[in-house]
């Protein structure tokens, strides 16, 4: 899950400060990488290869009937979310 950082003041004096401060490098204006999340760098790494190399390994057939399923569960929630009339 991503890390949220903190909105923006509205107000033009406190933005002015936090300008100042992330000039001055007293604030981070960035988010951590994931070390400094304490997560493993190797284990980031693949999961941001995630489905693609899923997919890779897998046959058209295999693909095929996960797309499917994949298609079925979209359309049952959505059939559950706007009830007919």
């Known amino acids: 899950m991503p890390v949220k950082r903190p909105k ?3 107000d033009p004096a406190q933005l002015a ?6 000039a001055s ?3 981070e204006d960035r988010e951590p990488t994931p070390e400094q999340r304490g997560k493993d760098p190797a284990a980031a790494a693949l999961g941001r ?3 693609r190399a899923r997919a890779e390994r897998m046959s058209p057939e295999q693909r095929r009937a996960a797309a499917r399923k ?3 569960s979209r359309w049952k929630a959505a059939a559950v979310r706007e009830p007919t009339e």
């Open 8 to 10: 923006r003041p509205r």
């Open 17 to 22: 400060k936090l300008m100042i401060d992330i």
């Open 25 to 27: 490098g007293e604030v």
């Open 49 to 51: 290869k995630g489905g």
């Open 70 to 72: 994949a298609a079925k």
